[in-house]
Nanobody
Framework: QVQVVESGGGLVQAGGSLRLSCAVS????????MGWFRQARGKEREYVAS???????IYGEFVKGRFSISREAAKNTVYLQMNNLKPEDTAVYYC???????????WGQGTQVTVSS
């Protein structure tokens, strides 16, 4: 069974930092893309960032410059370093995983990030 687990969320003040982690385990080893979406209350899901197994990264339009994604392939783990957090970053952050050459996404349960002003 595939398991995707996020951690690292919490409550921080504006301007602070958080580091989210996501680890995947299961019956497959051909993990390709790992990344993050977020969804704030009352808003649509928003793409945050992703990294493939070669280390190439892509960032969402509104978060690049403050967030940084990194990868530990040996552990099938991805990290999202979030700096200079703002109240509008408050959302549930969901990790996703894609296998090589397959469109299906596997999702974690989400981790809450709350930024106070």
């Amino acid at each position: 069974q595939v398991q995707v687990v996020e951690s690292g969320g919490g409550l921080v003040q504006a301007g602070g930092s958080l580091r989210l982690s996501c680890a995947v385990s299961g019956s497959f080893e051909d993990v390709d893309i790992m990344g993050w979406f977020r969804q704030a209350r009352g808003k649509e899901r928003e793409y945050v960032a992703s990294s493939d197994r070669t280390g190439d990264t892509i960032y969402g339009e509104f978060v690049k410059g403050r967030f940084s994604i990194s990868r530990e392939a040996a552990k099938n783990t991805v990290y999202l370093q979030m700096n200079n957090l703002k109240p509008e970053d408050t959302a549930v952050y969901y990790c996703f995983v894609e296998r090589s050459h397959r469109p299906q996404k596997y999702w974690g349960q989400g981790t809450q990030v709350t930024v106070s002003s």
